[in-house]
């Protein structure tokens, strides 16, 4: 009995333990229910009002009947499913560890931001996560690795960084792994391998290096493996090419070596994508045994070879894309056989061949791309039944013959690109049925007749390019149909009539391009109405009249071409009201009163032309200071006032041209401020004064002063203007020496110092100029010789010497075969004319009025035997007189070598070595050069001129020679005696004794 009592007592009390039990398991999953609640409410409570909104039903205790929500059995949160709801906020005040039964997480396409937070890892229960496409920022937490169960991971599309952790390969049951899109650094995990049950590796565009980790191959039911545009690099593992994958993406890397021909063991592939891959070599023929292949892209590449002919076999290929993929050689035909194909882009492959009939078979396509190849042939009329098509791009081959009318049959298209071929006859009427067109480029082509009437049908164009053709007639009114153009360019053709009225229509037009066609009338006030415009072309027609006042409201005007035309009246004033004007050209009109008023602080103005109009006014503060206007030309114009000295604050001035203009004044020293200029052409005015020094440090490559008033020397800091290649300064009052210091312009290609006072020599130092084309230095006070170094300038096609006072022969043009003009006249030259093409070539009126030249030129005497070889004749008299002469000077030196050696015997060793450092005497035997003694007498003596003359003998004539070395030398050039005849020698030698 005391044995069987606690036993009943037990039995009494098992209804009672269950009770308790049962109310203890309420109890506790009421808690936890509450208090997944709270978890969720808190979290809610950190998010914007826009969430809030979105989580309106999240109140009360019971979260199973919230949005998004869904519980287990036990009515514990097992599910969150926020996808694409708008949450804006973070993941901080989530409390995972309070919700650990929950079995997916899904946050996608939200506006999450901040880090992941690594209690993400106390979720044990998570098969799926997705956090993609979101903000999230940081690193992914190693506490992902936590998460045994998950099987789905998605984190793509977010901003991620750090490196990708290795504890991710912990999770070996997942079969989705996605985090591309982000920023990562790093190399791809090298146990990534472990994760066998893998059949998603998608990692794109998330900055990636390193190599592809060999473990990858253990992967063996990998079905998508994609890597592209990462900076992988290295070789790709073999065994890749022999997994069961279904997508392939090597794309947008760096790997080595080329396609192996395992490829072919990727039986099941559907897309290829290899595009920029890096791999190079040739597309291995069996590629071909793909059959399952659906999209295969190869662009971008560095591939070699040919299209295998054997690619017609992949019969199920949609998309084939091989643009600028290093392939060339011929189109293979049996790319017209793909029946199933959707889009071809094999666009800048230099591609021959040309389309056959059977094209019209494939009605599946989409989209052509074939630009820049060299196709030939015509475009067959069977392209008008690939009625599906929507882009033709076949711009940039060698197509010919006429636009088939059957293309107006692609009522689906919204791109036509056949521009840059061979093509002629009319844009055909039917074109005005591609209702659905965007793109119209049939520019630069040989395209005939009138632009239809029915392209006023095409109402969606937003591009029209059929400029650079051969098309007449006028612009049709219904041209004013298609309000939503964006660019018309119909310049360089021969449309004629006037611009129709209608253009005001195309309100949301950009760019109107009508240059350089024959069209007449005047602009219509219309025009006023184009708000978006920013680019209006006309220059080269004939448009005349006056400007429409409306252009003026045109306040989002970037460039405005006038050029070349026929227009009267003056500028608009206010054409940069808007304050967006950069180009300005109204060059060659008949254009008259002002400067615009508005340009005057028109800050964003980069180029201006207005030469070659009637335009007035004084330029003197015309213009404020400009700080991005790179050009500018106002010449041949009516301008007068002064050169302002605030040009030299234009910091982004390159050219300044106010040619041809009545300025006065001088050129301010304050221009050398503008430090960019390259080209400064002042030409004819009135401009008086020197020429400022501090021109000379500018970066000019061209300098135009010539036609003015200008006074003074040429500064000789002219030699630091290296880039200099164009010299003008003619036609001024310049005086002085022409400096020796322009010999240093050794870039200088045309110089013309003409009509100045100039005197002395020409500088030998011109000679070092070898690229010069042109040189003038008529009309001024010039003498001497042409120096020797002038036969160096090989280059030199045009020389003017005219109308100086300049002597000797013309020996010096022997070797200068490129000259082709010459003008010598008003000299005082002697002597035969040189064998070279500008003397044969020149007239009379270039060698006129000289001392004695003979040649072959009408009003010349023709040259004597004799007399051809008259420049050897004197130098063979010369010699005669010098080296009796130098014979007497070397029995001085005899003697005096005589005396000194006596001499050396008594002094000092010091006294020896003072006299042993004199200057050394030419004429000593052991220094006596005949040929440098010639040429330094003749240049002293400047050719035997007159004045160097102090005596006449009964054998010749005695001249006076001050050689470089200071020495004082008497030199006889003997008088000609006819052949034969014999010197007088005791007469001669009487006088040798008394130079002597």
């Known amino acids: 009995m005391v044995f069987i009592f606690p036993t009943l007592l037990s039995m009494k009390l098992q209804p009672l333990l269950l009770l308790l039990v049962m109310y203890f398991c309420a109890f506790a999953a009421s808690s936890e229910i509450a208090s997944e609640a709270n978890a969720l409410l808190k979290w809610k409570s950190s998010l914007d009002n826009q969430?809030?909104?979105?989580?309106?039903?999240?109140?009360?205790?019971?979260?199973?009947?919230?949005?998004?929500?869904?519980?287990?059995?036990?009515?514990?949160?097992?599910?969150?499913?926020?996808?694409?709801?708008?949450?804006?906020?973070?993941?901080?005040?989530l409390n995972f560890s309070l919700l650990p039964n929950i079995l997916t997480l899904n946050m996608s396409h939200n506006s999450l931001n901040g880090t992941i937070p690594p209690q993400i890892g106390s979720l044990s229960n998570l098969n799926t996560l997705d956090l993609s496409t979101n903000n999230l920022f940081g690193s992914i937490p190693n506490t992902i690795g936590n998460l045994s169960k998950l099987l789905f991971l998605n984190l793509s599309d977010n901003d991620l960084s750090g490196t990708i952790p290795s504890e991710i390969v912990h999770l070996v049951g997942l079969h989705t792994l996605r985090i591309g899109d982000n920023n990562f650094t790093g190399s791809l995990p090298q146990e990534i391998g472990r994760l066998m049950n893998l059949r998603i590796l998608d990692i794109p565009r998330s900055n990636i290096s390193g190599t592809i980790p060999i473990s990858i191959e253990k992967l063996s039911i990998l079905s998508h493996l994609d890597v592209e545009s990462n900076n992988l690099s290295g070789n790709i593992p073999l065994?890749?090419?022999?997994?069961?994958?279904?997508?392939?993406?090597?794309?947008?890397?760096?790997?080595?070596?080329?396609?192996?021909?395992?490829i072919v063991n990727l039986r099941s592939i559907e897309t290829l994508w290899l595009w920029k891959s890096g791999l190079s070599g040739s597309i291995p023929k069996e590629i071909w045994m793909l059959r399952n292949l659906t999209w295969l892209d190869m662009s971008q590449s560095s591939f070699s070879g040919s299209i295998p002919r054997d690619i017609g076999k992949l019969r199920n290929l949609k998309i084939l894309r091989m643009w600028e993929s290093g392939l060339s050689g011929s189109m293979p035909e049996e790319i017209w056989t793909l029946r199933n194909l959707e889009q071809l882009d094999i666009r800048m492959c230099n591609l021959i061949g040309s389309f056959p009939i059977s094209i019209g078979a494939l009605v599946n396509l989409t989209l052509i791309r074939l630009h820049y190849n060299k196709l030939f042939g015509h475009i067959p009329?069977?392209?008008?039944?690939?009625?599906?098509?929507?882009?033709?791009?076949?711009?940039?081959?060698?197509?010919?013959?006429?636009?088939?009318?059957?293309?107006?049959?692609?009522?689906?298209?919204?791109?036509?690109?056949?521009?840059?071929?061979?093509?002629?006859?009319?844009?055909?009427?039917?074109?005005?049925?591609?209702?659905?067109?965007?793109?119209?480029?049939?520019?630069?082509?040989?395209?005939?007749?009138?632009?239809?009437?029915?392209?006023?049908?095409?109402?969606?164009?937003?591009?029209?390019?059929?400029?650079?053709?051969?098309?007449?007639?006028p612009i049709p009114v219904s041209i004013g149909n298609l309000v939503n153009l964006d660019f018309m360019n119909l310049h360089e053709n021969k449309l004629s009539g006037s611009i129709p009225f209608t253009i005001g229509n195309l309100s949301k037009l950009s760019v109107l391009s009508i240059h350089l066609n024959e069209l007449t009338g005047s602009i219509p006030s219309t025009i006023g109405n184009l708000s978006n415009v920013r680019g209006l072309y006309f220059i080269g027609n004939e448009l005349g009249g006056k400007i429409p006042i409306e252009i003026s409201m045109l306040t989002a005007l970037e460039s405005l071409q006038l050029a070349d035309n026929n227009f009267i009246g003056h500028l608009p004033q206010n054409i940069c009201i808007g304050g967006t004007l950069k180009n300005f050209s109204a060059r060659n009109n008949n254009f008259i009163g002002p400067i615009p008023v508005s340009l005057k602080n028109c800050s964003s103005l980069i180029r201006v032309r207005l030469q070659g109009n009637q335009l007035t006014g004084d330029i003197t503060d015309a213009f404020g200071v400009l700080p991005n206007l790179d050009y500018i030309e106002l010449s041949d114009n009516n301008f007068?006032?002064?050169?302002?000295?605030?040009?030299?604050?234009?910091?982004?001035?390159?050219?300044?041209?106010?040619?041809?203009?009545?300025?006065?004044?001088?050129?301010?020293?304050?221009?050398?401020?503008?430090?960019?200029?390259?080209?400064?052409?002042?030409?004819?005015?009135?401009?008086s004064g020197n020429i400022p020094h501090d021109l000379c440090n500018l970066p000019l490559f061209d300098l135009s002063l010539d036609n003015n008033n200008l006074t003074g020397n040429v500064p000789k800091e002219i030699a630091s203007m290296q880039k200099l290649q164009i010299l003008k300064l003619g036609s001024n009052k310049l005086s002085g020496l022409i400096p020796k210091q322009l010999g240093n312009l050794l870039n200088l290609l045309n110089m013309s110092l003409s009509q100045n006072n100039f005197q002395g020599n020409i500088p030998s130092e011109l000679g070092k100029l070898k690229f010069?084309?042109?040189?003038?230095?008529?009309?001024?006070?010039?003498?001497?010789?042409?120096?020797?170094?002038?036969?160096?300038?090989?280059s030199l096609e045009t020389l003017n010497l005219s109308h100086n006072n300049l002597s000797g022969n013309l020996s010096s043009f022997d070797d200068m075969t490129s000259l082709t003009s010459i003008d010598i006249s008003y000299n005082q030259f002697e002597g035969p004319l040189p064998n070279i093409l500008a003397f044969h070539n020149a007239k009379i009126e270039a060698l006129r009025n000289n001392k004695g030249l003979c040649g072959n030129v009408t009003g010349l005497e023709p040259c004597s035997t004799s007399s051809g070889k008259s420049h050897n004749h004197m130098r063979k008299k010369i010699i005669i007189v010098i080296l009796p002469l130098t014979l007497g000077i070397l029995i001085l030196a005899l003697f005096a070598f005589g005396v000194s050696y006596h001499l050396c015997q008594t002094s000092t060793k010091k006294e020896d070595q003072a006299t042993n450092i004199q200057t050394p005497n030419i004429f000593a035997i052991w220094n006596f050069d005949g040929k440098m003694v010639f040429e330094n007498i003749i240049e002293a003596t400047e050719y035997l001129d007159n004045k160097h003359l102090i005596g006449v003998g009964g054998q010749g004539c005695v001249y006076k020679a001050v050689l470089p070395a200071g020495q004082v030398v008497a030199v006889k050039k003997l008088h000609s005696v006819p052949n034969g005849a014999m010197l007088n020698l005791k007469a001669f030698t009487c006088e040798i004794q008394a130079l002597t």
């Open 51 to 93: 969430s809030h909104a979105s989580l309106s039903s999240w109140s009360g205790n019971n979260p199973c009947n919230w949005f998004g929500i869904a519980c287990d059995e036990f009515n514990s949160v097992s599910n969150i499913n926020l996808s694409n709801v708008g949450l804006r906020g973070t993941l901080q005040n």
């Open 239 to 262: 065994r890749i090419w022999h997994m069961n994958l279904k997508h392939l993406s090597f794309a947008g890397n760096n790997f080595n070596g080329s396609i192996p021909k395992e």
């Open 381 to 473: 009329h069977e392209i008008g039944k690939l009625v599906n098509l929507q882009v033709l791009d076949l711009g940039n081959n060698n197509l010919s013959g006429f636009i088939p009318p059957e293309i107006g049959n692609l009522s689906k298209l919204s791109e036509l690109s056949i521009n840059s071929n061979e093509l002629t006859g009319p844009i055909p009427v039917s074109i005005g049925n591609l209702v659905n067109l965007d793109f119209m480029n049939l520019h630069e082509n040989k395209l005939s007749g009138s632009i239809p009437f029915t392209i006023g049908n095409l109402s969606k164009l937003s591009e029209l390019s059929i400029n650079s053709n051969e098309l007449t007639g």
């Open 640 to 687: 007068y006032g002064q050169l302002s000295s605030n040009w030299g604050k234009f910091g982004s001035l390159t050219s300044l041209m106010i040619s041809n203009n009545n300025l006065s004044g001088v050129i301010p020293p304050e221009l050398a401020g503008a430090t960019k200029l390259q080209r400064l052409h002042l030409s004819s005015n009135h401009l």
């Open 772 to 794: 010069l084309t042109s040189l003038d230095l008529g009309e001024n006070s010039l003498r001497g010789a042409i120096p020797s170094m002038f036969g160096e300038l090989k």
